[in-house]
């Protein structure tokens, strides 16, 4: 590459959604691409540095230290680490990663950093950056983490949060050895619940802790005492204590007490605040204020756009919130509460831009979201306008400030630029129902070029005086991919350069060049485009080439072409050929290039042209940018603009004068701006560039100032309705309607689909004027046609009343027919394919549930009851089934057999065989648990169920317990199938007997229905799968040949009837033999005796006697006749009930046998179960067995990995232990030199006198005092939570500096006591200095052995805690290997039991007791262990009955002294209520008074009395008459009120009106007279009622002392009876 100059960035301008850092106390730094921005806050100004790798990874900083940290985006990438603002590299922190970094995180004390990398490794690594050093690292750990925190308080902890897990690393040292330590923080539940951290005691157990579910953290921030404040994405706010693993919740959102504020809120973002902490949520920022568990809301933040993150300056002063849509604020809480807007750029991808063509180098660019903004030289955001559209494509004119922006929806609208502040739609044209995919505007500034994907090129007019009117369009052959144009002002014409695919190439790769030539004047002449808008052939010159390989990309130059092949990735320079009017030479021509070089490694790339057409810009996949001159194209200059692994760059533009340039990216969402600076030697070239610029400026003035002014007097896009129709008027055509707006400048809506673009309209218009100007004769051509077509309609309806039609449109017929037999053929084709498939899930239902059973499902039903009986579903036994049954048996055979030689017994008695034969046949059914033994269906070599100690047994006897129940279910089958087949017979003795039963029923004329059963889809199932015709409702479908086959049978048919009914032979033997040939028995009943002739034709009284003789014969034979059918009906009578009774007879002894069999399926299917039962508590045994072997396996497993572990940590243990002894060693030595410099001293100075030396010694032990540093408690720092600790711990690395600089203040001559020479002075400074720094050896080396001593300690109680795992293990495996033996030896059993012999509790063997042990005893041990338990029962209940009466006497006696005690209380009582009795004055005159005098004094007391009632009774009539009357004068005044008050309420909706408009008018004229009043109301009313209760509680004791003198004085006057008695 020989460089001809560089590249330098200018500005760059975009936000990337990723996090924010502060730097330094004022400034902040982001990533914005390829680079990182610096913003400061104060000035706002803003700068870039570009990364020295590939891409921007993950981004820290650290403000205090001024080192800012990021990582690359390639393979194997390295870590960069810097100084702000110095920008210089401090080191590059290679292998930590292999792909990728997830998280960086920079430690607020020491050279610290922290990275996460992504897959396959997911290490997590603490580097010491000064060295590029790895600390220490861990594998596998960083699966799911988002972001690392170093604790500020102390650098050994780092905090790693994940999408669903929080886990803090604990970082061991022990001088240069550093150890993680993870220690996983479990979170609560959903619900705020914790979980109870005890030992699942099952694998389930274990997965159900390991799925259960928990918060998801979202956002952490370390305390200054060590915690973590935790927010998560459900609402939870937690403190977690990493030393303690304890989290407590402080604040929880579903809580009924919980804040409503925070109840809807979401911790996205924290930060702490020595009064609280500030929280970011989905809606706001809050201030809380925290208590110990109470959190308060201090003070809530709302802004304009969603928070996502917020931060502290490094002093402390500044609050930072930061927008994931491009805002920053800032906040200055000691200066001011108001929150200022620092940076306003919209995150997004940009679209494209460009810069207009102006001395202020303004710069225009489109985002995704339709937002178009305005830049200015200096990259500062001027205005932006929101198109609300999805946006493609922008250009700008060269003479006039607009420009030009292509939309999806195939708009190209029109954007007015003359007011930089507030940019204006001024104009719009649908051309397009796609996106406008290219737009061009020609240097000259005469046409303005756009094309979409419908391969048309519409050319408009570029000038505002003109309305921007379309002029024509042209088609080109392909999907058009690139689109330039050249002015040619020598020439006066424009040349337009298409790329375009052709049919063999890809949609993104063309292969044809066309190339359009267009006069700059009279283009939009009548002669220039046809009716349809199209341009003209002599106005439009078109020449076509082709290229040999594919291109990707093209730009056109004055004379040559510049293309981009993706597929060779190389840069190819054409040369056009000249033009000599000859057009057919020019079609088709193969342009071969004259010049390719080395493209872009990362394609496909795009170019641009510099307008003076001397450099050549190319941008690509890869986020180069390259310079070329297009002299020679292979120097070039480059620089990384954007991000390669985002896409590269999308597209890059050139300024006027070619010395700027903008490239935006695909998908980093920056803009960036660079300058071109080149060397000496051309500089000649810079001057060309700015003399094409001022000479084009210079040519382009007068059109500018011709058609800017008219620019700035169009109104905004849809607040004037003429717009639409001036340019109507001057585009020549109809335009687009003008869309309707709400009068907002920033809204722009769509259009909508049924709105037609600019060609679609101009065809409309053409097509009205065609029918005006042809309308007549349109006319008389419908009329035609109607006349026609009448004529017509009567031939057809001639035709059908002919026997032969005829048929005026031949082809139509054709067509409908060969369309009804396409979709006959189709739905013929449906049909089938749907029978098919019915046919196929047919085949395999019944190969899978009827083909394979060998006994299908059947039953048998009652004749005369509800009985049903089913037989057992069996299938055919698989050869592995039979395989396993003969090799457990001939296993078993020889168990037997060797059992039988190794165990022989003595001969026993014939009575000891029969005694024992006796007690197994008794005990067989109890001990083996099944009954299938007593039904005969049990296999011999079945084990014993005590037998059964090994897994292999148990195994076996699953097998021969299968081979028990298919027995059981092949001999029930057998019987099954016996029945079922005398079930056939007895229907067809059935069936036969019916016969019998209707043909004498016929003979008798009778008729009864007869009860004839039958079988049933469940005792026939085979019927199922037969389809007769009846089931079938639909009409057979029957073709032409099957039709007549039809017709042709019954016709047959109906001949046999016929010649079957017309017999003549039978006729004639009837005839002669009269009707009989031999008379039968059972054609007595049709037997008649023909009265004589005479009877008939004569009257009785002219019979003669041989008439009457023969009328007497005639009735003596027919009364014969008569009797002898009686007879025969009672016989046949007779044989009907005995027919019916047989038939029942034989049916009821069916359904005995049915009866029968279902008693044994009941036994039967008993055993099954039991059997069944059996095999599942063997099936649960093999199972548990197994499971414990795998958990010995996995235990067996984990002791091994621990004994390894074991004796990898001795082996450490060891080595810490050797190298803690050798420091100590080395520490011991350093004391002893340190003591020894002390003790040296005097020597040093032995010449010096006694009182000097004293002296130097004092001042050889005096230290300076370590210099405290403290913070200015002012306002703007008392935000920071760790300002205490950091003024303390932040001198620990700086104190010996610190000191060896106060040291140099002691050592200075000043210092020095009189009398002493200046080389004793120098050397006694010599040997103190000498004694620091012995000092601080010892204390560091202290420090070290300390620190060593410890982390021994850790190892140490590590090494115990894996040793008491070890024997944890151990004991758990010893422990499975006795359940294992306990399984095996304690065996269930089953065992079958009559009811009332079950002495537990619980019948469910796997309830709570299942462990519980069982006792099998004999019967008769019960019965007399309960015979006893009777006998002493009795005693019992006789003993309680004779306590029980004792106890009723005691409590009777007891019941009765109380109630005389009561008795004695009540006397009591009432004696003292008579001694305490008060008497009146009178009573106690009574008292003194004979019984005479008493009787007077009463009746004169009567007397008077009734005088005084009688006077009462007069004085109540005259008071009732007072009453009365005035009753009568209240219902007259009544009635009167109510005659007003009728008056009065008609009134008073009018009334009601008045006064509440007085009351309103009251109310807002004395409002602030009221609230006075009513205050000095309330007042004066509080002061009464205080007035009030002082004198009710005054009164109130008052009345108290009176009610004590009264109750006093009565007692003093009224003496009791026992004071009168005496």
Known sequence: MNEFGSLELRWIQGFANRNTEFVENKTVCYTCGNHICFLNLETRT????????????ALTANGNSGIFAFSEEKLSPSIYVYTFPELQLKNELKGGAQLDYTSLALSHGGPYLGSCSSLPDHIITVWNWENAEPLCSQPQAGQDVVSLAFNPMNWLQLCALGTASLTVWNIAKSDSLHVLQPSTIELPAPDGTFSESQAPSSQNAKLHQRTRARLTPSAICWTATSKLYVGCAEGFLLLVDPESHSVSVLFNPTSADAIPELRRN????????NNGLIAVGKESVVHLQIKGTQINIAQTWQLERPVTTVMYSPDYKALLFSSNTGQMYVLNPAQSDRIVKIFDVLSGNFVTA?????DKNICVSLKESGELQLWSSDGICISSLSLQV??????????????????????????DLNQEQRPRLVHEVLLYHTAVDHLVFDHGGNYLFTSGSDSHIYVLEARPSKMFSVIGYTVLPGCILSLSAQCNRDNNEVKVLALCAGEEDRKKDGSLLTLLSLPTQNLGGPDSIDRHGCLSSHVLKVFTFTVPRPLKSCVLGLSEIFAYCHRSKTLQRFVLPEDKGDLSDQQGVELKPVQEVRGHPLGPASLALSPHCLWLASVGRDGLLRIRETASM??????QCHSCRLGGVRSVSFSTDGCTLLTVGLKDGSLVCTNIRVKGGDVSKMNEATQYSKSMAHFLKNIFDTENPILINFPVWGQVSLVGTETQEVSGGPSVDVTERDGDDNNLLRAPPSQPTWLESRREGLLKEDQEQYSEMKKNLMETMKELRDSIQEMIRDSENQPEHFNLDVEEERRLEAMVEQEVTRVRTEIEWDILEKCYLRDVLKRECWDTMKVISRTIKA???????LNYPLKEQTEKELEDLCRVQNMRKLEKAACSLGNLKKDLSAQEEEEEK??????????????????????????????????EQRINQIVLLQDVIYRTKTAFNTDFEALHKQKMKELKRVRDRNKHIREIMLQLDMHEELWEPSLTNSEWPERLLTVEDSEIRAERYLTAEQKEEEERRKLEEERRLAAQADDSRERALDDMMDGVLEVKKEDILKMEIPPPEFVLTKPDIQWSEEEKKAFKEYEKKAKELSEEKEKYKKLLEIEIKKLHQSTKEATERFDENLAKLLEKKVNCTVAIYQEELKITYLVESVLREEEMRSQEQELKLKLEKMLAYKDETGERLKKLEEEVEFLQETYDNVVLEDKSLDKDFRRAFSELPSHMVDCLYKMFKRRPRAQKMRAQMDNSNNSDPFKEHRLYGSQAPDAFSQMLRAMDELDAPANMPEGLSTVAWERFCQIRRAKVESEQKVKTKALTLAEMQAFLQKKRNEDKAAQEKIKNLSEALESLHRKRTDLLMDTMVQIILKQGQVEVTTTDPTAANADTDFILYHRSVVDNLRSVIRTLAEQKIASMVACKDVRKGMIQLEWENKVMR????????????IKMLRLSEEQQKMTHRSKSDQESHTSKQISSLEKSIALMETTHKKSVQQRLRKIEQLNKRAAAKAKKSANLEQQLPEMQVTVSELRHICEAAAMAENEAAAREERYQEIVKRSKLKELARVQAENLAFLGAEVERLTMKNFPSLDQLKH
């Open 46 to 57: 803003q700068n870039a540095f570009p990364s020295p790798g590939r891409g921007i990874g």
């Open 266 to 273: 979401s911790f996205q973002r924290l930060t702490p605040n």
């Open 354 to 358: 460009t810069l207009l063509h102006n």
């Open 390 to 415: 999805e946006v493609t494509c922008l250009a700008s004119c060269p003479f006039a400030h607009y420009a030009a922006v292509g939309t999806a929806t195939g708009k190209v609208l029109f954007i």
């Open 634 to 639: 292979e120097r070039y200059i480059e620089l």
């Open 863 to 869: 004749f005369h009851s509800d009985l049903e009986v």
């Open 918 to 951: 006796k007690v197994q046949d008794a005990e067989t059914a109890t001990v083996t648990g099944s009954i299938s033994a007593e039904l005969g269906y049990s296999n011999p070599y079945v084990y014993d169920q005590f037998s059964l100690k090994t897994i």
């Open 1462 to 1473: 009561k008795q004695i209380e009540d006397l009591y009582d009432k004696e003292k209520n």
